[in-house]
């Protein structure tokens, strides 16, 4: 009983420690579910995961105006919402940057670039950035797809070429949601890539 | 290419770019730095040698990047008495090898230090330098045999950047 009693207040303890020191050991991993959140939308109007009904899972995007990653995915991004909607998989995007820190990251920006690209996906922005860290994103582009109980399948890259898409050879997000939709686990479940840092204060 | 990176790895030199005014200098039509695999860039990050490197992962189109580089080149002049390396590795697009990454590389007189990384193998070699690295930049890792360090962050301070090197130099 008494060391029992001891493991929960080291367990505790530690806990406390960890979550003090580096809060990104808390980010969501492959196979935890996220908490769902609210966030605004290029719209004016707040959005939530659970506003979408009846789909199979969300293609949750951290991504933003400026990053020249982001940009050279942008297309991307709208063809994949333009593919995955139907089938039931949103694109969600989300500018987790701190727009003090970079201005054309800003919420009229957001607004200017919805309209000039004619985003057909929600593009919300991660005002107060409480929602990356949660998600443990670290880049834009950084993408992370759900299923439909918002648990985490795959985390990563959209695919393996930034810089030319006509000469990308593995379609990790495509694969993974073809994963999701055979019943599978994502294979692989996590990949890394090149980005810009999301943006916050020093 | 083996010779080459010897020559960087014990002269610490690149071929020299003459150096010229700015505005008299026509717009340059060729990369004066080398563009290296990462297969070749490895080698470079695991030197046996008594020698602290620096190996700093940037872009020209990477703005808290561009930021720290000057703290980066104090610290190499700083050291320059020191067996100390800085390396930076450009990541910059290869459309914009000869629009931006030459003439930043020119202006600043870096060439010494800079090499280009171009391998799409990005998945695979981005968790190869260090597990815990996530792919975004900057991104820095400082190193001595089998003493090694990486930083996923910006440097904002010269005294941030000394506090990290510092424990590998023989002082």
Redesign the interface.
């Known amino acids: 009983m008494k060391s029992q009693f001891g493991k929960l207040l080291l367990a505790l303890f530690t806990f406390t420690l960890i979550s003090a020191v580096a809060p990104v050991v808390d980010a969501y991993k492959v196979g935890e579910q996220a908490a769902d959140f609210s966030l605004k939308n290029v719209d004016g109007n707040m959005v939530s995961l659970a506003d979408f009904k009846g789909v199979n899972g969300y293609i949750v995007v951290f991504t933003c105006n400026t990053c020249?990653y982001a940009e050279m995915y942008e297309d991307r991004i709208i063809a994949l919402h333009n593919k995955y909607a139907s089938q039931g998989y949103p694109v969600v995007a989300i500018n987790p940057n701190d727009p003090s820190v970079?201005p054309g990251d800003d919420f009229a920006s957001m607004q200017t670039r919805s309209k000039e690209k004619k985003f057909p996906f929600k593009y919300l922005f991660d005002d107060g950035q409480k929602v990356y860290p949660a998600f443990g994103a670290?880049?834009t582009p950084?993408v992370f797809l759900l299923d439909a109980n918002r648990y985490i399948r795959y985390i990563?890259?959209i695919d393996?070429?930034a810089?030319d898409a006509s000469?990308v050879?593995v379609k990790?997000l495509e694969n993974a949601i073809a994963s999701l939709k055979a019943g599978n686990n994502p294979d692989?479940s996590e990949?890394?890539?090149?980005?810009?840092?999301?943006?916050v204060k020093? | 290419m083996i010779y080459w990176l010897l020559s960087i790895l014990i002269q610490g030199t690149l071929p020299k770019v003459e150096e010229q005014p700015m505005w008299i200098v026509p717009a340059p039509d060729t990369l004066s730095v080398q563009v290296i695999n990462y297969d070749e860039l490895k080698p470079l990050l695991h030197s046996k040698s008594d020698t602290t490197y620096v190996v700093n992962f940037w872009a020209t189109?990477?703005?808290?990047c561009v930021q720290e580089l000057p703290l980066f080149l104090e610290m190499d002049s700083m050291y320059r008495d020191q067996p100390f390396k800085l390396i930076l590795v450009s990541?910059d697009?290869?459309?914009d090898y000869i629009r931006k990454l030459e003439p930043f590389v020119r202006e600043r007189k870096i060439g010494d230090h800079v090499v280009v990384l171009e391998d799409?193998?990005?998945?695979f070699w981005?968790?190869d330098i260090d597990p815990e690295?996530?792919?975004?930049?900057?991104a820095t890792l400082v190193y001595r045999g089998q003493q090694r360090a990486f930083f996923?962050r910006?440097f904002?301070h010269a005294d941030e950047l000394h506090d990290i090197v510092k424990p590998f130099l023989n002082l």
Do not use: M
Request: aromatic share 8%; with cysteine.
């Open positions: 020249p970079k670290t880049r950084h990563g890259a393996d070429n810089q000469l050879s990790y692989p990949t890394k890539a090149i980005g810009c840092t999301i943006k020093s | 189109w990477c703005a808290p990541l697009f290869k459309k799409n193998r990005a998945n981005i968790g690295w996530s792919g975004a930049i900057p996923e910006t904002h």
